[in-house]
């Protein structure tokens, strides 16, 4: 019997992306039974939502899910289907493997670095106050009553929880992974000088943590804008990353940037009873339907599924297809192309088929 697995195809490229990764991830001979849910706006269109209680359902039976992209629609009420999913199902670990290969528009080969990033507190927990609403007024009465500093009554609120579970586990799981995967270094990311309570529990609670790995990891800490500009100067100096969700948010897509664009910038949302696979990028919903972007962020992100199923030398032989793929440059899409107009791009399918054939 094969893995069962959920497949959320997206929308916007979400679904020629996704395509692209199944037809890869059967050619490794895997078997792998997918459960097809449509979420996002096909869903939408469908159930009047853009994320049926049959799709969680869906995700909790079989513990493992992939996704395309979806949209966040602005303005309709609804709330972001990826934050939803990660919440629902208590994925708190955000993890990125961010690396160079060979034949991308890298700027730099020494980038080799894994970011793990906290997924459900932060700035990023949703809880929001508009300004001048009755709530944000009642909440500035409050805080200006509990401290020295006057709010004016034009400021819209947003609130930075960062709890010591929340830090410890994701500060637990970047360092399991280090010692699993024969890394040597974690380095803490955080802006404790500034925000005490917040970014100084993530630093203290983090220290913590990794004394149990004294013996085994280096453990450093570095402030958040002094570690962007070394991760420039310098990438080789850093091994796994571990933030809070904004920062991480932010150095995922430098790092991205760095090693050659979203295009091929896996993630996997890691908790600890399910795990859910997707790209680093958007929807990109000018280039929808044109079959004409990077299915590889989609195709690496099956090469983490392959080895969270165990699934070990199926995962190391899609990714060294993969790599041969980047590097002869022959088969890839308009991004990997030195001028992005290369009338000799590959489409999405093309790219596909290019790594089905090194399999
Ligand atoms: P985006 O990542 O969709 O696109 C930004 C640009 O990056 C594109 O215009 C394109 O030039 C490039 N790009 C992205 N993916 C590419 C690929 N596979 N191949 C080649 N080039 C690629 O970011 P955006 O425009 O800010 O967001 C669009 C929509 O996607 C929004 O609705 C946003 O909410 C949503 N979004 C969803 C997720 C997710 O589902 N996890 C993540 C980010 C953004």
Redesign the pocket.
């Known amino acids: 019997m094969g893995h069962k697995v959920t497949l959320l195809p997206?929308d916007?490229?979400g679904p020629e992306?996704t395509a692209a990764m199944r037809q890869c991830v059967d050619v490794t001979g895997v078997k792998i039974d997918w459960e097809v849910h449509q979420v996002g706006e096909f869903a939408i269109k469908e159930h009047g939502t853009p994320m049926p209680a049959h799709v969680i359902e869906s995700i909790r039976k079989n513990k493992v899910a992939i996704k395309g992209?979806?949209?966040?629609p602005i303005g309709t009420g609804f709330r972001s289907v990826?934050v939803l999913l990660r919440q629902e199902l208590d994925l708190y670990a955000c993890v990125r493997p961010t690396k160079y290969y060979e034949g991308t528009q890298a700027k730099t080969d020494k980038l080799d670095i894994v970011i793990f990033r906290e997924n459900t507190e932060d700035l990023y927990a949703g809880i929001e106050f508009e300004k001048e609403s009755s709530e944000c007024l009642q909440l500035l009465a409050l805080i200006n009553k509990l401290q020295p500093k006057k709010l004016s009554r034009d400021v819209g609120i947003s609130i930075k929880p960062i709890s010591v579970k929340g830090t410890r586990r994701l500060i637990k799981a970047a360092c399991e992974y280090a010692v699993k995967n024969n890394r040597q270094k974690v380095t803490i990311v955080h802006k404790a000088n500034i925000m005490k309570y917040t970014d100084g529990l993530f630093l203290s609670e983090g220290l913590d943590v990794a004394k149990d790995y004294e013996d085994k990891l280096i453990v450093r800490d570095c402030i958040v804008d002094n570690l962007c500009m070394q991760l420039v100067q310098r990438p080789q100096h850093f091994d796994i990353l571990a933030c809070p969700n904004l920062y991480g948010d932010i150095v995922s897509d430098l790092c991205a940037g760095l090693v050659g664009?979203?295009?091929i910038a896996p993630g996997a949302n890691i908790g600890d009873q399910y795990a859910l696979f997707?790209?680093v990028?958007?929807?990109?919903?000018?280039?929808a339907g044109l079959n004409k972007?990077?299915p590889t962020?989609t195709i690496l992100s099956a090469v983490l599924m392959l080895q969270y199923l165990n699934e070990m030398d199926a995962a190391h032989r899609l990714e060294a297809a993969v790599k041969a793929v980047l590097k002869e440059g022959k088969h890839v899409?308009y991004?990997l192309k030195t001028n992005r107009d290369d009338p000799s791009a590959a489409s999405t399918t093309q790219m596909a088929d290019a790594i089905c054939a090194k399999l």
């Open positions: 997206g916007g490229i992306v992209p979806i949209v966040t990826n664009g979203l295009g997707e790209p990028h958007g929807s990109a919903p000018k280039y972007c990077n962020a899409t991004d």
